[in-house]
């Protein structure tokens, strides 16, 4: 699977401790399993979360073999 990572979600996940982001890291790299929920309310295109402890990874999928991970942020400030 082909993972495309957007500027918002680098700068953020930079400012993570090394603990966070292996952990945040190997949740991405075993996408689709996981606890991933389609968010409610996005229509184009459709968007899906994964909680990874009390961070969210929001994403959707461009093409059946891509995965394009827009940010990551903790559980109250991601869908802002």
Avoid: W
């Avoid at 982001?21 to 399993?33: D, G, L, S, T, V």
């Avoid at 979360?49 to 109250?76: H, N």
């Amino acid at each position: 699977m082909n993972l495309i990572y957007a500027k918002k979600f680098v700068k953020k996940f930079a400012k993570y401790t090394p603990a966070i982001q292996k952990q945040i890291h190997r949740a991405i790299c075993n996408i689709p399993m996981g606890d991933i929920r389609t968010i409610v309310g996005q229509n184009s295109p459709q968007m899906y979360r994964l909680r990874v402890s009390k961070y969210r990874v929001v994403f959707y999928y461009p093409d059946k073999e891509s995965v394009y991970i827009l940010k990551v942020d903790s559980r109250g400030d991601v869908y802002k």
